[in-house]
């Protein structure tokens, strides 16, 4: 990523880490309203959709989802960026395979975060390209890791 877009990255950046855990729970119920398969690979599986919002585990994991991404955020513009950003999602993606995600079920989640991520921040067109080429970074470290171990979809 050029140094332009690093910048818009971390500028509009600070709308959604602003409230991490309500940015975190908003990406997630989309996720859950519109691909309800995917609450069945959370440990609150077991919790109404209606009573997510309020359920602490919930509430924790959405706020690591951001925290994980402001990680990466801060990381970019330094020397060895693309080296800590591959350690960061290669971390995830190794912490999630037990749970046998697929990659539709990633594929549906990186759409949600980028429609989040348009909403909220009001990006324009190439904004959202920016963003998407971010978020394609980051499936290619994810995806990588998950073909290394062999036992993922």
Request: glycine content about 4%; some cysteine; overall charge negative.
């Amino acid at each position: 990523m050029n140094s332009d877009e690093v910048q818009l990255i971390k500028k509009t950046w600070e709308i959604p880490v602003a409230t991490p855990t309500d940015s975190g729970a908003a990406i997630l119920m989309q996720l859950f309203t519109r691909y309800p398969s995917n609450l069945e690979k959370f440990p609150f599986r077991d919790v109404p959709l209606e009573e997510l919002s309020g359920n602490s585990r919930f509430r924790a994991h959405a706020g690591r989802i951001i925290r994980v991404f402001d990680e990466s955020i801060q990381v970019l513009g330094q020397d060895g960026d693309l080296q800590k950003l591959d350690e960061i999602w290669t971390k995830v993606a190794t912490t999630h395979i037990p749970r046998q995600i697929s990659k539709e079920s990633y594929n549906q989640l990186k759409g949600i975060i980028l429609e989040i991520l348009t909403a909220a921040c009001s990006l324009n067109e190439s904004q959202a390209a920016v963003w998407a080429k971010l978020l394609d970074h980051i499936y290619d470290i994810i995806f990588k890791a998950i073909d290394d171990d062999g036992n993922a979809k």
